[in-house]
């Protein structure tokens, strides 16, 4: 059977997956992907992750189809690792997300209804609040929220948990305040010299201006990834007309760094 574009139908090409991974863990097998752990796979994990936002941003859908496949390498992986212990297996994580699926969009598959995209929302975070957890317990509102995301993008995340239960602004000029109010926290910290007291205020302020991004729908770390780009494309812009003198940065004033960057930054906006 083939899918379109005469492609293997998925469900051959993912069990040619399977038992390729099964093959490379077996004993006469690849002596590295033999001596992987649930832990040791977990930083391939996260560059794999990395690599495919960098193929979504780029726009390049090839690429984007070979990150995919890195990412699904790595959940074949660990679904493997599962088998091998009989805790687990691809199809036993193919089906916990499907069941998962069904049952927080009963407006698909069920009798429920939703009128936009803020009702599923709203419908998705009360069904998973009614849920239990392994232990039987009901799941708090801030339950499944890695510690280990990026901090602006985890801040975001914890923020957007309690606006859906109502714990929020009302206005985005009391969100400004907010911010206003943190930045002279900061400063008055910053002329005290404490520097436990600056750390605090500091985490406050980007917490803070975190929050002003997401009350306005826009993700706060994807933000700070745009004006790093543009920074890093300025400065290195500034660096090569420094260089083209015959000088590097080091042995410029910032007079003369200012007015090349000033020159980059009228030249990008076209003035």
Known sequence: MKGPAGTPAPQGAVARLIETVRRLRAPDGCPWDREQTHASLKPFLLEECHELMEAIDSGDTARMSEELGDVLLQVALHAQLLNENETGSFDSVAEIIADKLVRRHPHVFADASAADSSEVTRN??????????????????????????????????????????????????????????????TVAAIESGVKEDMREEIGDLLFAVTNLARFHGIQAEEALHGTTAKFTRRLQEVERRVRASGRELSESTLEEMDGHWKAVKREERGA
């Open 124 to 185: 998705w975070e009360a069904i998973k609040s009614a849920e239990s957890d392994s232990d039987g317990n009901r799941r708090r509102i801030l339950e499944g929220v890695p510690a280990s995301l990026p901090a602006l993008q985890r801040a975001q995340r914890v923020q957007s948990r309690a606006a859906r239960v109502g714990f929020d602004w009302e206005r985005h000029e009391d969100v400004t305040a907010k911010v206003d109010e943190e930045l002279r926290e």
